[in-house]
């Protein structure tokens, strides 16, 4: 009689079975698998150390004491956990089985947070009160709408956010006290999907508000707080469209500290006089994005990251002097999550690096005293060995050079090694030599180079590098990457006959536009929670996030324009694929419908093309959940080992 036995301890910790007769693994309920084979147990075992890398991520610290909030997981998903100093015990503080997003403290008096969480993968956000007294958790929101942005006010006794609770579609502007969910009300309608509350003036008096039209345009507002009127900051109009991706109101609220592209190729931190409309920019020495930056609640100080060819570069500047000083005693990586302690002498941050998964540390705005808060577990592998990039570029068809990262496998490996193209998503969006986790199994154990490209249309490189692949000019994307494999064959390390591409969401697209243009130039491909067509894409996502798309890839509602997108479409161009695909998707998921996969992997079936499909019914825009993302994990190293190593 055949056993089956739940695992738990030693083979896999991945919340899947196995069966022990035929000595493979056995995917849980809530997955669809087809045209997987069978995944031997001996390959898991293999890879199982690779699944229990960790990471945490900053969310706030507590506004008297010197504590933090964080994420992390120990389980199945990412929860919140309290620190209490650093190197300190993580503290769970909840429980769900879905992951637990961002999260703040009450800033007066720190007796409760909020936080933000969805259910399986959705994305239709709610907000939630948990009292640290009691441990009690109250839901905020009404269960059912898209609700984002939280902030608080400046004497912390109400939070501004946004909901899609009136359509569906539109985020619509909200003021709660989150001690008092009946509190809750509507201050302002509006239109669209991509608004955002982003601060309070000193006063409470006024609201400032962001909208996104797209990642190259957006606008400034100020609202009123007792009467949900609203007053345009940033006019439209003008020869060139400007974005603003962060703002804050000065301590006087005379002004607002911004981070903006007008007037620049980069986004530059500048002031913005609220009387006059003036523009005062004061990081112009750099010729790199500056891509965060913090407000100490004092006003004295805002820390600010400068993104150098995708390392981060922390820097202090003095909003009195005007003066700018580079921050020491960080590790080198990437940084992230900029929160100030409200003492404003501490600001708490992520670093992350090729050979660190993301922790918390801490550092002292004055003496650069810095602190290490979380040790990440990496499940007993010693990333020290893993390998660290190189910035590689290669020249594309129209003479633009293009970069990417490049990690070799280690040097046991010898001659020409194959290869994995990693494309990234957004499109807006950019590869950096930030913690690889999984893909380090691949690099170190089967001994593939992965290249991760910055293809046009990728940020970090200008606003006029991103618009290169808008509407009509997708397909000189795709001619990137054949440029790219190119540039592999002048690699002697290198073995172009053995070429693996992958990528999720819009690196999905790609993968897909790839494999339909290259076919006899790659072997097989990984497509993860990709558009299949552009059309159809635009049609299906959720409507709080079209028009934002429709920016970036054209409108498919113009009959020309709808025309060249479905010419382009991977899905009209299936009979060029002959190589084997394997696709992945979550059913929930609200950017990339599962319809794209479904329609893609039925008509590849049609052409009778080798593919696999694994769908998880409770996750949405890419795996989450560990047991999920453990069994991706084993069917995409059996498929490498099937078609790319053969």
């Known amino acids: 009689m055949k056993r089956t036995v739940r695992i738990g301890l030693i083979v896999l910790a991945a919340g899947c079975a196995w069966a022990q007769a035929q000595e493979t693994v056995v995917p849980g309920d809530n997955l669809v698998v087809e045209g997987i084979p069978p995944i031997p147990l001996e390959l898991a075992r293999a890879a199982d150390r690779y699944t229990e890398l960790r990471s945490a991520a900053l969310r706030d610290w507590h506004p008297i004491r010197r504590e933090l909030l964080i994420s992390t997981?120990?389980?199945?998903?990412?929860?919140?956990?309290?620190?209490?100093?650093?190197?300190?015990?993580?503290?769970?503080?909840?429980?769900?089985?879905?992951?637990?997003?961002?999260?703040?403290?009450?800033?007066?008096?720190?007796?409760?947070?909020?936080?933000?969480?969805?259910?399986?993968?959705?994305?239709?956000?709610?907000?939630?009160?948990?009292?640290?007294?009691?441990?009690?958790?109250?839901?905020?929101?009404?269960?059912?709408s898209r609700n984002v942005g939280a902030v608080w006010s400046s004497t912390g006794d109400r939070i501004a956010y946004c909901s899609t609770r009136r359509s569906g579609k539109d985020l619509d502007l909200y003021v709660m006290d989150p001690s008092d969910p009946e509190s809750d009300r509507m201050l302002l309608q509006l239109e669209g999907g991509g608004w955002e509350a982003l601060d309070w003036s000193p006063d409470d008096r006024r609201i400032l508000l962001a909208e996104e039209v797209s990642i190259n345009e957006s606008y400034l507002w100020l609202v009123e707080a007792a009467r949900g009127e609203k007053i345009l900051v940033t006019p439209r109009g003008g020869a060139e469209k400007v974005a603003y991706s962060w703002a804050r109101f000065s301590k006087d609220g005379a002004g607002l500290w911004v981070l903006t592209d007008r007037d620049s190729e980069f986004q530059r931190l500048a002031y913005l006089d609220l009387l006059s409309k003036q523009h005062t920019y004061q990081s112009t020495d750099f010729t790199w994005d500056v891509e965060q930056a913090a407000l100490a609640e004092d006003g004295q100080t805002i820390a600010f990251l400068v993104n150098q060819n995708g390392f981060s570069k922390l820097h202090w500047f003095d909003t009195a002097?005007?003066?700018?000083?580079?921050?020491?005693?960080?590790?080198?990586?990437?940084?992230?999550?900029?929160?100030?302690?409200?003492?404003?002498?501490?600001?708490?941050?992520?670093?992350?690096?090729?050979?660190?998964?993301?922790?918390?540390?801490?550092?002292?705005?004055?003496?650069?005293?810095?602190?290490?808060?979380?040790?990440?577990?990496?499940?007993?592998?010693?990333?020290?060995?893993?390998?660290?990039?190189?910035?590689?570029?290669?020249?594309?068809?129209?003479?633009?050079?293009?970069?990417?990262?490049?990690?070799?496998?280690?040097?046991?490996?010898?001659?020409?090694?194959?290869?994995?193209?990693?494309?990234?998503?957004?499109?807006?969006?950019?590869?950096?030599?930030?913690?690889?986790?999984?893909?380090?199994?691949?690099?170190?154990?089967?001994?593939?180079?992965?290249?991760?490209?910055?293809?046009?249309?990728?940020?970090?490189?200008?606003?006029?590098?991103?618009?290169?692949?808008?509407?009509?000019?997708?397909?000189?994307?795709?001619?990137?990457?054949?440029?790219?494999?190119?540039?592999?064959r002048s690699r002697p390390e290198l073995d172009p006959a053995r070429i693996l591409v992958t990528g999720g969401s819009y690196g999905g697209h790609m993968t897909l536009a790839i494999a339909t243009r290259y076919d006899d130039r790659i072997c097989c491909s990984v497509d993860v929670v990709g558009m299949s067509s552009l059309v159809t894409f635009l049609e299906r996502t959720k409507d709080y996030r079209r028009d934002l798309r429709r920016v970036e890839y054209g409108d498919e509602r113009d009959p020309e324009l709808r025309a060249f997108l479905e010419r382009i479409a991977p899905l009209a161009q299936v009979d060029r694929i002959t190589k084997p695909i394997l696709i992945v998707q979550g059913l929930n998921d609200p950017r990339v419908p599962a319809s794209e996969s479904e329609q893609m992997l039925r008509v590849l079936r049609r052409h009778r093309t080798p593919v696999g499909f694994l769908m998880a019914n409770d996750e949405g825009h890419g795996f989450r959940n560990k047991k999920n993302a453990d069994f991706q994990f084993y069917a995409t190293i059996a498929f490498v080992q099937r078609y790319l190593l053969q």
């Not at 199945?76 to 300190?88: E, Y």
């Not at 637990?100 to 993968?121: E, L, R, T």
């Not at 020491?328 to 302690?341: C, E, F, M, Q, R």
């Open 73 to 144: 997981r120990f389980a199945d998903t990412a929860q919140l956990h309290s620190v209490k100093q650093p190197g300190g015990a993580r503290t769970q503080l909840t429980f769900f089985p879905d992951r637990v997003g961002a999260a703040s403290f009450h800033p007066a008096g720190g007796d409760y947070f909020i936080f933000s969480k969805d259910v399986g993968g959705g994305e239709w956000f709610q907000l939630y009160r948990y009292d640290l007294a009691s441990g009690a958790i109250t839901l905020l929101t009404d269960g059912a």
């Open 321 to 488: 002097s005007r003066r700018i000083q580079a921050a020491a005693g960080l590790p080198d990586g990437v940084l992230s999550n900029l929160v100030w302690h409200p003492s404003g002498r501490e600001l708490g941050l992520q670093v992350s690096s090729a050979r660190s998964p993301s922790d918390v540390y801490s550092i002292e705005a004055h003496s650069s005293r810095v602190e290490r808060w979380t040790f990440s577990e990496t499940g007993g592998l010693h990333p020290a060995t893993f390998a660290e990039p190189e910035l590689v570029h290669w020249t594309s068809f129209d003479g633009r050079e293009i970069s990417g990262l490049l990690y070799l496998p280690p040097a046991r490996f010898s001659g020409k090694r194959p290869v994995i193209i990693d494309i990234h998503g957004g499109p807006e969006s950019q590869e950096r030599p930030d913690f690889k986790g999984k893909d380090n199994y691949f690099i170190s154990e089967l001994g593939i180079a992965i290249i991760y490209p910055n293809v046009r249309g990728s940020s970090g490189y200008g606003k006029s590098f991103l618009r290169l692949d808008n509407g009509r000019l997708r397909e000189d994307a795709y001619k990137d990457i054949g440029a790219l494999l190119d540039w592999i």
